[in-house]
């Protein structure tokens, strides 16, 4: 750090004088593939609580960066090939950033000197890691280097494009995969692109991880940008009283190591993304941490709070690249609930079967990666909503124009008594199982049904509910229970697993479904009577058609409302899905249009032309439902970097003389 120029190191007798002096401790953090990072506690003299909010706060939009970027990469345009990504890291990042001199010493380090009667002081001239505003203000920096470089990707006739970088040539390496075409696993885009859509190219920033995302048509620019905009933000050319060891700005090492080469698979923010495939995993060492901490875990009965607490953090960041694993928590969280003020937790054989069932996702992670599709906001394919009472669940199924066409689908199922029995209410207050409870079933249930009954390929199809905690279970995944909705979370996260889909579900008034509190409450008619009931107050065309849900997903279902844990069953690997047959205009239709039936494309189609359900009105969706769904016939905006500029500016005032 002293022959870089980052630090100063003085004798305490030399500078204990000065007014704004304060000492803090130092110590370092252990990095992965790299040397200790130093940091300093700043809570020790409460630096970090006494220093005045100055820094720019709003120029930290690190929390959307990988939703940015995933929108990106599944609204692309797939006419100009799989998108590209790269990335820059920045060398010594914080100390790239000077500090005044009253701040250095309020940021001063206490450092052992060479006689325990000697200490040395050490006086950071740049941001130094630990301080609660070196954040904000480097990446005031960083922020503003990715502004200026979109700006210049935007401006076709900027100077930029015609002077070449220095850097440019060298950090492509042509042994990196740049695939040319999608995999039979595009990602779809949500609505049909805009006639005069353009190749993709921007560029994004995490701290001082910097990602450049572009077509191949726009990639050549947008690495040009991104490298002349950091290189004049941060002072790029050499300097006759800069220190020999002083490093270029853009890291070099990582520039050999390939991260600055355009190509279709990369790690990016810790996440290996195949934009060819459409796909999201776990990098490897990621993967084998995880199998790490389940195997010991598995191996003790009692852990800290502290250990435990870690544990949950970390299945939470990892969840994301593991299908169904975000409906996983309920009954590992139930620990922390069931004893909110111990230190030491009891993990019983209940816990140790949640664990298992992680175990079993750890292993089959190289052959379940997680679509991008699946984690962004999509327009549904189907579209639906069920209900219960004591006596049975029931509900409907319609696909949208998004899907291929499909009959209309009612389904309803009678509870065993045995079940019946378990509801609380004024007679039975001692029951085990809730109306919430039931309606959960029936989201899962109705969940099961459509995908036995359809051939799903990672789509998103939108269930109403009239019921709040069920949809809320649904939306958050973990009940944090031990009970019988714990059980059937489970169970979705199995058939979202099985089945690639994700399901929304959406809370709409008792009022307005109508149908699903019909299908929940007529067992008293035979199937028969129930159709034509169904075809006389609630017409389609074509018509419905009623199905039953299958002995094995009634099976499922009796299991999770006993409360009984039933063998994790891993899916078969993923099939390959057939390609999309091309892209078509703007769409023009609703999202649910009369037009006659007609017999399923082999391919997917984005034809605004063959909506394939009818609804005669859709008097019988629940109005909420079908106002979500309408927001879908305009083009989808992918979330987007705060622009032109993240800081507050600041106007003048029109009178003159002020």
Known sequence: MLKKGFWSILPFSAVKHYPHLKLSPAGVIPQRTRRPRPIIDYSFTEVNRHSLPLSPWPAMQIGQALPRILQQIAYADPSYGPPLLLKLDLADGYYRVRLTPEAALELAVVIPGPTSHQNWVGIPLSLPMGWTHSPPYFCAFTESACDVANHVINTPNHPWHEIPHPLETISQDPHLPQETEFSPHIVHPPTTPPRDSQPLGLTDVYIDDFIGVAQSPQAPAVLRALLHAISNVFRYHSHPDD?????????????????????????????????????????????????????????????????????????????????????????????????????????????QSALRDWQALAWDLATHPVPISTLVPRAPHYLGAVDASQRGIGGFWVATKYSPPHQPLLFRYEFPPHIQQKLVSAANPTGSLTNSDFELAAIVLGTATLAENTSMQHDSIWCGSDNTPAVSWCKRGSPTSTNANAHLVRWLAQLTRRHCLTLQPVSVPGKSNELADFCSRSFSLSDQEFDHAIQSNFPIEPCWKIVHPSSENVSAMISALSSTMSPWESPPKETPHPIPSGISGRPSATVLTPTPPCPPPPTRSYSCNSSPIVTVGANFLPAKLLSVAKQWEMPFEPLARRWPTWDTPTHASSRQGN
């Open 243 to 351: 220190k020999p060891l002083r490093k270029q700005t853009i890291s070099t090492s990582k520039l050999a190591k390939g991260d600055g080469c355009w190509s279709t698979t990369k790690t990016i923010l810790g996440w290996e993304i195949d934009t060819a495939k459409g796909h999201l995993r776990l990098p490897q060492h990621k993967a084998e941490r995880l199998r790490d901490l389940l195997e010991g875990f598995l191996q003790i009965r009692r852990t800290s709070r502290k250990r435990w607490l870690s544990l949950l953090g970390e299945l939470r960041h990892m969840s994301t690249a593991i299908k169904g694993a975000s409906y996983l928590f309920s009954i590992l969280q139930s620990v922390l609930v069931q004893k909110p003020t111990a230190t030491r937790l009891r993990l019983t054989p209940l816990v």
